[in-house]
């Protein structure tokens, strides 16, 4: 069963955060095509860029998750564990696992 083209448009359309130039040409398409959620953050953990899945699972536009703390998106039991996890990746540690509980626009756990 094929898209209707209001979704493909849609889903085309919500990846306003997007991803940098550099790498724009190696993950554009598969970043605006997949239905796996994804957003990429600064060494600060603020939010530069999240996909239409990303957006639809959350429950939020890009225009809103762009420049927001993605701890914040994390459930209270998992924000510290999520903020030291971000903090050992951004250092290099790519073994840093976490296991987190987004929290929905409405505030229902993911």
Not at 4 to 32: H, K, M, N
Not at 70 to 89: C, D, I, M, N, R
């Amino acid at each position: 069963m094929s898209e209707s083209p209001a979704i493909a448009t849609s889903r085309q359309s919500a990846s306003v955060g997007e991803l940098p130039s550099d790498l724009a040409g190696l993950l554009g398409d598969f970043w605006g095509r997949t239905s796996l959620g994804l957003c990429l953050t600064n060494a600060s953990g603020a939010i530069v860029a999240a996909n239409a899945a990303f957006c639809e699972t959350v429950g939020r536009t890009a225009q809103e998750l762009v420049g927001a703390s993605a701890v914040g998106l994390l459930a209270a039991e998992a924000t510290v564990q999520g903020s030291l996890a971000h903090l050992a990746f951004i250092n290099g540690d790519d073994t840093a696992m976490a296991g987190t509980v987004y929290l929905h626009k409405s505030s229902r756990p993911l």
